[in-house]
């Protein structure tokens, strides 16, 4: 595997994989890598003849009371698990080299709508940060594919809208949500749970799979629903950001016609704040 921090040294193994007309996977990831990443890796491994994962820690997508500073950084040990693997590249770009005009100059992509709602809601300017920074290294990677995270589920409709308005010649692949065997999805931000708050956490998954349970039964009062949620989980002690059944395609309230929605919820135990969703197929 190389290990690539500069951009032009990348854009040079690029046009040779084009040469040799190699189909280009890619992984975006901010590092302190787990299964739920190695599990994209899986899939861009068996969709492609090659796989870029790139390990950014972008600052325009952290607010500004966020934990830009104290978010986990293993680079040694995600670079020796990527190799094993058998990732071609591993690109961990510098913030002076991605923000070369600062952060204050640079241009962005701002996805309008999706972004603005649910986690956008709570994290005012999240989704363009997320937006610029993936729009910037799809530019420098030229992917034929890219592979990301059910778990962050407005984040991939924010990414599939950008790549669609924007005529990017890509196809984004989304990759169900791994879970560890008590069903918390796995994310980076699980490791500042307490012991006692990491034995709570799971019970954000169950109440999502009990509100899921009410909708099979046929349940259609869903803000009912959810307010029936939002108090058992406040009972069990989470502080709730916000518990939301939308149409699984565009986020917006489900309508009479909505086939499928899901269900996204956000919850603080402590300082940390976790995300999960599930789908629902209506019948
Ligand atoms: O999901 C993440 O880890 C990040 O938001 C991403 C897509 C790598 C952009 O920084």
């Given at each position: 595997m190389r290990v690539i921090s500069n951009i032009a040294s990348l854009r040079d193994v690029r046009r040779s994989w084009q040469a040799e007309y190699k189909v280009i996977a890619f992984v975006p990831t901010m590092g302190n890598l787990h299964q739920g990443h190695l599990n994209l890796v899986k899939e861009a491994k068996m969709k492609a003849d090659v796989v870029v994962v790139s390990i950014f820690v972008n600052p325009?997508?952290?607010?500004?009371?966020?934990d830009l500073e104290a978010y986990p950084r293993t680079l040694e040990n995600d670079r020796k698990v990527l190799s094993e693997m058998g990732v071609d590249v591993l690109f961990t770009p510098q913030v002076k080299d991605i923000y070369s005009r600062g952060l204050e100059q640079q241009t962005f992509v701002e996805v309008p709508g999706i972004s603005y709602m649910i986690c956008g809601a709570s994290r005012p300017g999240h989704f363009r940060g997320v937006a610029t920074i993936v729009c910037k290294l799809f530019n420098m990677v030229q992917p034929n594919m890219a592979f990301f995270g059910e778990k962050d589920f407005q984040q991939l409709q924010v990414i599939k809208a950008m790549v669609t308005d924007l005529s990017m010649n890509l196809t984004v692949h989304g990759v169900s949500t791994t879970r560890e065997d008590d069903g918390l999805a796995m994310s980076?931000?699980?490791?500042?749970?307490?012991a006692e708050q990491r034995t709570l956490a799971p019970t954000l998954y169950q109440r999502l799979q009990e509100m899921r349970d009410k909708i099979n039964s046929g349940r259609r009062d869903f803000s009912r629903v959810t307010s029936e949620c939002c108090e058992q989980l406040a009972q069990a002690g989470f502080s709730l950001d916000y518990i939301e059944i939308r149409s699984?395609?565009?986020?917006l309230q489900p309508g009479h016609e909505e086939t499928k929605v899901v269900i996204l919820a956000a919850a603080f135990l402590g300082r940390t704040r976790l995300i999960d969703n599930l789908q629902v197929t209506l019948n």
């Open positions: 325009l997508q952290f607010g500004p009371d966020e980076s931000r699980n490791q500042y749970l307490t699984a395609d565009t986020l």
